[in-house]
Each structure stands twice: as C-alpha cells, then as structure tokens.
C-alpha cells in the first residue's frame, strides 16, 4: 500500500535552514507528481510546493517563493523540502502529498503523517 | 489566487442527521474541487475529486456536487465517525488553494 513518511521536523531558529524528507513507498514514485502542504497549529491548510513526475517543474506559493526548494531523488523514492531563512509563520506541520497525476495536477490522494517545524528563537 | 470560501465554519449535528457544507470559489474553476476529510491529529484524507467522483473506500453517504463557483459536500447520514474538518480545495490554478474548513461536531 501506498506510504509517505516524513521527517527532518524540529526546532529551529529564525534566519536558519532545515531540510524535509518524504520517503514514498507502494506506488511507483518516479511516475507521479508531489506537493508539500502545512498547517499552522489550529489553522487550515495551506498548499506550499509542487513538483513535477521528472523533477523538471516546479511550483512554490508566493510565501516561500525564493526561500524553499522542493526536490526528489526518484532512484531513492524521496522528496525534499529545503527550508532556508525560516521566520516564525514557517511553523506548522509539514505534509508531502501524492499527485494523481504526473504534473501539478492538484489532486491529492495519499498523505504522509507529518513532521513538524518549529520557528522560535 | 483563487479564493475558496466555506460554510458553515461549524455546525453540531446528530447521528442520522443529513449534513451538507457549501464551497464558493472566487472565480470559475469549473469542476476542478476537492473535498478532504481530516480528523484531529491525522493527516488529511481525500474523500470527493472533481466535484463529485466518490474516492474509492469513502463510504457512499458522501456525495459531492457542483461546478463553476458553487459546490458541496452531503453526508447523507451522520455517523459518530465522520467527527472531523471538512476542507475544499481548487486546482484550477496555481497556487493550489484550500477553504478555511468546516468543522462537524457530532
């Protein structure tokens, strides 16, 4: 079956940088597109990052544009979300989400548990 | 960016009860909306594609409708299980925006 797993959460200090990992197992990872979502402590979700089957397109919300990178290593079925300059509204739990489709289609059908980022000095 | 609206942000309801939580979008998205299913402490779970494809294993009490700017989710028959956060969102466009959420109380 399909899994998503998370990690790479904590602590961190304003200014400074964490990476997220998602290792994808039960489907065939290098065929689908993938998205990171947060969500704030008691607050909605928001779509933060999408990116493409092949890694070629890449999509960010205009919160984290020029802050965070999304990424993947097909031949590990790994997703990364490279958080740089981080400031306090970064805290939230992360989720990576499966695409149905290959591109930034925007359904997302499977999702990871989450890993939480903290932003406090 | 496309704007998602819902409402109720809450409603409390009883086991039987029929239920339905509306979902405005700012602008056409045609039949481009989903509806997740979260619980506390859990990751969201898909539940409606495309306005109204049922996932599979969602149970048949769900039902999704709607196109254009207008859409909404039925829950046919409230169950002690369906306790959670309702959200929409639109994949018309980038960036993929979600509605603030419903919350169903039982």
């Known amino acids: 079956q399909v899994q998503l797993v998370e990690s790479g959460g904590g602590v961190v200090q304003p200014g400074r940088s964490l990476r997220l990992s998602c290792a994808a197992s039960g489907f065939t990872f290098s065929s689908y597109g993938m998205h990171w979502v947060r969500q704030a402590p008691g607050k909605g979700l928001v779509w933060v990052a999408v990116i493409s089957y092949d890694g070629i397109d890449k999509y960010y919300a205009d919160s984290v544009k020029g802050r965070f990178t999304i990424s993947r290593d097909n031949s590990k079925n790994t997703l990364y979300l490279q958080m740089n300059s981080m400031r306090v509204e970064d805290t939230a739990v992360y989720y990576c989400a499966k695409d149905r489709r290959r591109a930034a289609g925007g359904i997302f059908d499977y999702w990871g548990q989450g890993t939480r980022v903290t932003v406090s000095s | 960016d496309i704007q998602m609206t819902q409402s109720p942000s809450s409603l409390s309801a009883s086991v039987g009860d029929r239920v339905t939580i509306t979902c405005q979008a700012s602008?056409?998205?045609?039949?481009?909306l989903n509806w997740y299913q979260q619980k506390p402490g859990k990751a969201p779970k898909l539940l409606i594609y495309?306005?109204?494809n049922l996932e599979t294993g969602v149970p048949s009490r769900f039902s999704g409708s709607g196109s254009g700017t207008d859409f909404t989710v039925t829950i046919s028959s409230l169950q002690p299980e369906d306790t959670a956060t309702y959200y929409c969102?639109?994949?018309?466009?980038?960036?993929?925006?979600f509605g603030p959420g419903t919350k169903v109380d039982i």
């Open positions: 602008q056409d998205i045609r039949n481009y």
């Open positions: 495309d306005a109204s």
């Open positions: 969102q639109q994949f018309e466009s980038l960036p993929r925006t």
